[in-house]
């Protein structure tokens, strides 16, 4: 934004301290009379035919625009992506223990990658680990969406769950 002197058009369209249009003034007479005020001339909108500029208290203005910023930035969540690990001989009780971890994080709003690892010869046998994946999507479908189905990324398999949104607690 352009303040006071670095305003470079010949004229203005005015508005004044407490919100009143002031109408169309050379850009020196509006400067005189925000000086008047004890306030600031800002250009709120150049690209408008006149440039709009506003009398404000220019310091006052960035201070209550880096609180709402601040603010904003506080109210918002950062979604993680979680990363659950499984193999393709992976036993029932680890089975239960690793998606009862990832319904865990769905419900707290992260999504949740869900990683199947091979070795050696389990390659050959890439079926076993897309089984797994669908298993895992069926189980957590009451609170998950399949954001990427399952896919092969060298010697692992991934998928990628996140939460419904009427799923999450938060």
């Known amino acids: ?20 249009q002031l ?9 005189a ?8 001339l800002v250009e709120v909108a150049a690209n408008a035919a006149p440039p709009v500029a506003r009398i ?10 880096s609180k709402k910023a601040k603010e904003t930035r506080r109210k918002a969540k950062q979604i993680e992506v979680k990363e659950v690990k499984m193999r393709p001989k992976i036993d029932e009780h680890d089975y239960d223990f690793k998606t009862r971890n990832a ?7 992260d999504k949740v990658k869900m990683t199947i690892m091979f070795r050696g010869r ?29 896919k092969i990324e060298g010697r692992n398999m991934t998928m990628i769950l996140s939460p419904k949104p009427e799923g999450k607690e938060r």
Do not use: C, W
Not at 130 to 148: G, W
């Open 103 to 109: 319904k865990k994080f769905l419900q707290e709003g």
């Open 56 to 65: 404000m208290d220019y310091g006052k203005f960035k201070y209550e625009q």
């Open 122 to 150: 389990e390659m050959a046998h890439t079926e076993f680990g897309i089984r797994i994946l669908e298993k895992v999507a069926a189980d957590v479908a009451d609170s998950a969406v399949v954001e990427r189905p399952p």
């Open 23 to 31: 109408g169309i003034m050379p850009t020196r007479e509006a400067l």
């Open 1 to 20: 934004m352009r303040i006071n002197e670095r305003i470079r058009v010949p004229e203005v369209r005015v508005i004044g301290s407490e919100n009143e």
């Open 33 to 40: 009379r925000a000086r008047e005020e004890g306030l600031d």
